[in-house]
């Protein structure tokens, strides 16, 4: 090992020491592998099944971040994996390379030609790769093969550091079992969703689904149409002691209102025109688990008031039955509704809205989530990559300028949407199908959204006396009440407070953190 090799481990191995952001560990990684190696592009791999997930990328595009490898579709990645040590790959090649299109190196040069990589190994088991890229050819054919095996150690060594720091040390016989029954379920053409980005905001976002997540608490999700909260309703459910029990979801405003009463309750045979037999509804399906209702804010007063019933004591009565049934289910809804205004307008029941309301969490929408645009284009341009069979699905200069500059209306699900009609324009008219398709800001067509004009606010004593909250300040103000008042009850004693409001202490402590009530408070745990 040469003596500039083992000045840039040094730091690296210092590093292992001393508490870090896990990001900020893998990026001073890369940083380290593109200042030694003569490549133009280096990136972590965690291997989650058959699919391989980017943790860090230096020198490839923001999307990079956001795309699902599926090893499969991949026969570079395939030989990386099944190798016992580094592999360096002959410039001339016929395998495509996973990352075509995506280096950011010459201006209009799109293929790597050439690439080596090296598998990681944590704990005797195959972890994932560290991969070189290189625009030019021949460029890695002077790396030590040695060399990159010692940064394919650090970067084991790296992960191990994280894991212990995390609690994630799992006990190696029953995660692998959890990992084959995981995988058995998501055996899909599409990688399993999840929850991404690297905003404060969604950041954020994900501190208070752990804080909530594993209690029993009744959550309200409010945001707009098309934020991802079936995905967050998905995460709560995972985070909970409930994550091996069933999560069952009902869109409430899909169902006509004569068989929404039917779906959730279950009937008994004869209990109207088409009931042939006893079918058991949605809460019984979830019991021991999670119901998600989505478009709560759809259901009439009617259901609102037998839902009451069952979200205070658990007991329910089949449609047509007199005999009751005890279930155990922890409750999520979702509305993109106002559901204080629905209150007052009689629309709905005041004490259904502060059953489901314990704990109300807002999911941002995508315009305040900056750069995480590009994050979840890359996942979808994977998606429409591998759908389409191309070689390369990528994002021009002017693409990604636009997606960041749009306001995003329809949030995720219009960037997905998106996404997939632009690479059907990219592909539109030509005679032969190229290798590697670049999205332009022409195929992507983004348009200012018609804005309709806001009704003039009725004027009343409430509204002239305070101006209009924002959603996500109001539910932090509704959130720092219900603390404030628990606190208050129990003379400042955090545990019982905690206990009161169904929370673990040090989860309760860091929401008032967050929250702003560590200086009023003494918060110091």
Request: charged residues 25%; contains cysteine; glycine residues 8%.
């Amino acid at each position: 090992m040469t003596k500039p090799m083992l000045q840039a481990l040094v730091p690296l191995v210092d590093d292992l020491a001393r508490e870090l952001p896990d990001g900020e560990r893998y990026r001073r990684l890369l940083e380290a592998v593109r200042a030694l190696l003569p490549c133009d592009a280096a990136a972590l791999l965690r291997l989650d099944g058959g699919w391989l997930v980017p943790l860090a990328v230096d020198g490839l595009s923001r999307d990079t971040l956001g795309r699902r490898f599926k090893v499969d579709e991949h026969p570079r990645f395939k030989l990386l994996l099944a190798a016992d040590g580094p592999t360096r790959f002959p410039a001339d090649s016929a395998l495509p390379d996973p990352y075509d299109g995506l280096v950011e190196g010459l201006q209009g040069q799109l293929e790597v030609h050439d690439c080596m990589g090296c598998p990681v190994q944590v704990g005797e088991q195959p972890w994932g790769l560290l991969t070189l890229d290189a625009l030019g050819k021949e460029r890695l054919s002077a790396v030590d093969l040695g060399d990159l095996q010692a940064f394919a150690s650090l970067a084991a060594a790296t992960v191990s550091v994280v894991q212990r720091m995390e609690g994630l040390a799992l006990r190696v016989e029953d995660e692998r079992q959890r990992a084959d029954s995981y995988r058995a379920l998501v055996a899909e053409k599409t990688a399993p969703p999840t929850l991404m980005g690297h905003s404060t905001a969604h950041q954020r976002l994900l501190e208070e689904i752990a804080v909530v997540g594993s209690s029993a608490l009744t959550v309200l999700l409010l945001g707009e149409t098309g934020v991802g909260k079936e995905l967050v309703a998905q995460a709560l459910h995972a985070a909970s002691p409930r994550a091996a029990r069933p999560l069952v979801s009902l869109n409430c405003a899909a169902l006509p209102e004569t068989l929404v009463e039917s779906e959730l309750f279950g009937h008994v045979r004869g209990a109207f025109s088409g009931a042939v037999a006893d079918r058991r509804g949605k809460f019984e399906l979830a019991d021991g688990g999670t119901l998600f209702l989505d478009e709560v804010g759809e259901l009439s007063l009617a259901v609102q008031a037998k839902l009451l019933r069952v979200l205070q004591g658990g007991q329910l009565q089949r449609l047509g039955s007199d005999r009751e049934h005890q279930v155990d289910v922890r409750v999520i809804a979702a509305t993109n509704r106002d559901l204080a205004q629905e209150v007052r307008a009689g629309r709905f029941r005041a004490d259904f809205y502060h059953r489901l309301s314990v704990y109300p969490l807002v999911v941002p929408p995508l315009r305040e989530r900056g750069h995480d645009v590009l994050m979840l284009a890359g996942y979808f341009l994977e998606q429409n990559r591998s759908r389409l069979g191309l070689g390369g699905l990528r994002l021009g200069a002017g693409a990604q300028a636009a997606l960041l500059a749009h306001d995003w209306p329809g949030n995720v699900r219009e960037l997905e949407h998106l996404v997939g009609r632009s690479a059907l324009k990219a592909l539109t008219g030509l005679a032969k199908r190229p290798r590697i398709v670049s999205l332009t800001a022409a195929h992507l067509d983004l348009q200012p959204p018609p804005r309709a004009a806001a009704p003039a606010p009725a004027a009343s004593e409430e509204t002239a006396a305070a101006p209009a909250l924002d959603l996500r300040t109001s539910m932090e103000a509704h959130q720092r009440q219900r603390i404030e008042a628990s606190l208050a009850r129990h003379h400042g004693n955090w545990a019982s407070a905690a206990r009161e409001l169904g929370l673990h202490r040090a989860n309760l402590v860091r929401l008032a953190k967050r929250l702003g009530l560590s200086a009023r408070r003494g918060v110091d745990a």
